[in-house]
């Protein structure tokens, strides 16, 4: 491989990633990486710092092993230097000093005004959480420490969660509470790692009486960020501050360190069960009234008995019923909501997809040979087909890129690559694009 070969291999990279993550995601965690020697053997990247590094490795390792040339051992030819400290501001170090005013000033409390716990209906399933929520709202960093609330998607924990907020804060306006969710806090220590402002970070944190953590699942494989969120963690709960976190697993069942599982073990963990039929009525009916819909006790059960495991799915579908409501100007019959709801109650059996079906579709959509897809023939059509094939197989199969690609008579990850994105792109603007796709799409699932 030539040396301008292997920096074009890092350029494509760049361009690929970019082409599939956010712009925040690519501003905080890519462009500031640079390339800063490479040749043949080996390719050196300058880091701002060790979190950009990690995360290059935790999340694209793969797609790295396809731009980047490999040493003999299989292992990324690629080294890492973490940039130098652009300027140097004191010799010493600077003593903790008490906050200024200004930080304080952008500090804002971002609660979802809804979530309150007013508006939090209570059943067995819930009940306990939620008085432990309450309590911990009524005595902040006296009762329960950390609170631990763990449970299923959609169940109402960021909503237990905010609540608290909202209590401590109608009752006690001079307390400092942050609300926020584990990627936004991981955020926040690249940004101010990236503005040099780390310090004044860790002292706004530090100086919390109360900090509710949303998901914290997100901060496993994420070691040195636990570190720093362990750090944090310890200094507020020795000085008696509250702190609430919401996760999906129970402690133990989250990757993360001994002694950060150990922490959140300290105070009281609190379970989230699904609702009861019972309870799931009773917020239908609540939030059917709160949207000013008129729903009969049998419709209110109908929903409940078919959805059953989300109270979010539960709010989708009285959003639904409610357009519908509003459309039609009657009253909602067992009828209309079953018709209604028909997408969201049916259990889903999603058919297990092979390469071979979409190669059927596609050949028979695109009048080519499965044998051509497989090929190399540059054939503008068939070239087409390919990509389309490529691009659906991506799409709809959930297997390594490496196999899919293999499955293309032993094509690369990265051609594989290049025709899902070329295909994405074109779908954009190109609406019979999108219907050939659409037919095809529904001839595999068939
Ligand atoms: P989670 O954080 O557990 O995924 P959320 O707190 O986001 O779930 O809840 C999903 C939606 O369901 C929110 O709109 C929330 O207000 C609502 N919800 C959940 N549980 C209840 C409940 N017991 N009473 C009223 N609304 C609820
Ligand atoms: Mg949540």
């Given at each position: 491989m030539l040396d301008c070969e292997v920096k074009n291999g890092w350029l494509q990279f760049v361009e690929f990633i970019q082409s599939r993550c956010s712009r925040t995601e690519f501003e905080n965690w890519i462009a500031p990486i640079q390339l800063i020697s490479s040749n043949p053997d080996e390719i050196v990247l300058e880091v701002p710092n060790i979190f950009v590094q990690e995360y290059l490795l935790n999340n694209y390792k793969e797609f790295l092993r396809e731009f980047i040339p490999l040493r003999s051992n299989k292992e990324l030819a690629l080294e890492f230097k973490i940039a130098p400290p652009k300027k140097v501001t004191a010799a010493l170090p600077k003593p903790i000093e008490e906050a200024p005013?200004?930080?304080?000033?952008?500090?804002?409390?971002?609660?979802?005004?809804?979530?309150?716990?007013?508006?939090?209906?209570?059943?067995?399933?819930?009940?306990?959480?939620?008085s432990a929520a309450l309590g911990v709202a009524a005595r902040p960093g006296k009762s329960y420490n950390p609170l631990f609330i763990h449970g299923g998607v959609g169940l109402g924990k960021t909503h237990l969660l905010h609540a608290i907020g909202h209590s401590i804060h109608e009752e006690q306006k001079k307390l400092k509470i942050q609300a926020i969710t584990t990627e936004a806090f991981i955020n926040d220590i690249v940004d101010s790692l990236r503005n040099k402002s780390i310090d004044r970070m860790k002292r706004f944190y530090r100086?919390?009486?109360?900090?509710?953590?949303?998901?914290?699942?997100?901060?496993?494989?994420?070691?040195?960020?636990?570190?720093?969120?362990?750090?944090?963690?310890?200094?507020?709960?020795?000085?008696?501050?509250?702190?609430?976190?919401?996760?999906?697993?129970?402690?133990?069942?989250?990757?993360?360190?001994?002694?950060?599982?150990?922490?959140?073990?300290?105070?009281?963990?609190?379970?989230?069960?699904?609702?009861?039929?019972e309870t799931r009525v009773a917020i239908i009916k609540n939030k059917a009234e709160l949207k000013s819909l008129q729903i009969s006790n049998d419709v209110a059960f109908f929903i409940a008995e078919h959805i059953y495991h989300n109270v979010r799915q539960l709010e989708g579908a009285i959003n639904r019923l409610c357009a519908h409501a509003r459309f039609q100007g009657t009253e909602l019959s067992i009828e209309a909501a079953e018709r209604i709801l028909n997408e969201l109650v049916q259990p889903v059996h999603q058919k297990k997809i092979s390469v071979e079906s979409i190669f059927q579709s596609v050949a028979a959509v695109y009048e080519v040979r499965i044998s051509d897809l497989k090929g190399d023939s540059r054939q503008k059509n068939i070239a087409f087909a390919r990509q389309v094939a490529m691009y659906l197989a991506k799409e709809m199969i959930e297997d390594s890129l490496i196999k899919l690609a293999a499955s293309f008579g032993g094509k690369t990850h990265s051609t594989l690559l290049h025709a899902w994105k070329k295909i994405s792109d074109q779908l954009q603007s190109n609406e019979e694009l999108s219907r050939q796709l659409q037919m095809i799409r529904r001839n595999i699932e068939k």
């Open positions: 005013a200004v930080e304080n000033s952008g500090y804002e409390l971002k609660l979802n005004p809804t979530y309150r716990f007013e508006s939090f209906i209570e059943g067995p399933s819930n009940q306990f959480v939620k100086s919390l009486d109360v900090l509710l953590v949303d998901d914290i699942q997100f901060l496993q494989n994420r070691l040195n960020f636990e570190e720093e969120f362990c750090n944090t963690f310890e200094i507020l709960i020795n000085q008696n501050k509250q702190i609430v976190i919401t996760s999906d697993k129970p402690p133990s069942q989250l990757k993360l360190s001994e002694r950060m599982i150990a922490r959140m073990e300290w105070g009281l963990v609190a379970h989230m069960d699904i609702p009861d039929l």
